[in-house]
């Protein structure tokens, strides 16, 4: 065996060192010393706005002020504001005649096959084969973005996977 290899001094000192490195970068690392701040510094930090955000005119703010949201004999209206394209409270969320799910996604495999992937209301996805039944229409085709269920009436519905943001 080698004997002075590792010796306790030399050991000792390379601990105590890395130690007061470690103590010296922490302290650096949480002091925060923002240094001279220049104009120059301020200008580039500053974001300009849009110049309807900055004027403001003085009758909006004067009716805003006026219109005290928080007076105690503000009522509720008659009618209830709707966002556009939001439908009326109690009507339905689908068309007569349009199915009670939502199309996901679809799959086309080799050979004729695929698979659709759809959401009844609020229940969780699920996949449906070809000849399976969503509800009460049956998957016949299924084709990339699209596809096609029919009713025991015969009438075929083709239901279509919506864009991003639509």
């Not at 007061?20 to 690392?29: I, P, Q, T």
């Not at 002091?31 to 403001?56: F, H, K, Q, Y």
């Not at 008659?78 to 969320?93: C, K, N, Q």
């Not at 990339?144 to 991003?164: M, N």
Request: hydrophobic share 40%; aromatic share 4%; proline share 12%.
């Amino acid at each position: 065996m080698i004997r002075g290899l590792f010796r306790p001094v030399p050991a000792g000192a390379v601990l105590l060192g890395s130690a007061s490195f470690a103590g010296w970068c922490l302290s650096r690392a949480l002091l925060l010393d923002a240094g001279p701040v220049t104009s120059r510094a301020l200008e580039s930090s500053r974001i300009p706005l849009p110049p309807a955000a900055t004027a403001v005119p003085v009758e909006a703010v004067r009716v805003a002020v006026e219109g005290d949201p928080f007076r105690p004999d503000r009522r509720r209206p008659a009618v209830r504001f709707r966002m556009p394209g939001e439908p009326l409270a109690g009507s339905p969320v689908q068309p007569a005649g349009e199915p009670p799910f939502r199309l996901i996604g679809t799959a086309v495999l080799p050979a004729g096959r695929g698979f659709a992937m759809c959401q009844m209301g609020e229940q969780p996805p699920r996949l449906v084969r070809l000849g399976e039944r969503v509800g009460d229409l049956v998957l016949k085709r299924v084709h990339q973005g699209r596809a096609t269920f029919e009713s025991a009436e015969g009438r075929q519905v083709e239901l279509r996977v919506p864009k991003a943001g639509t």
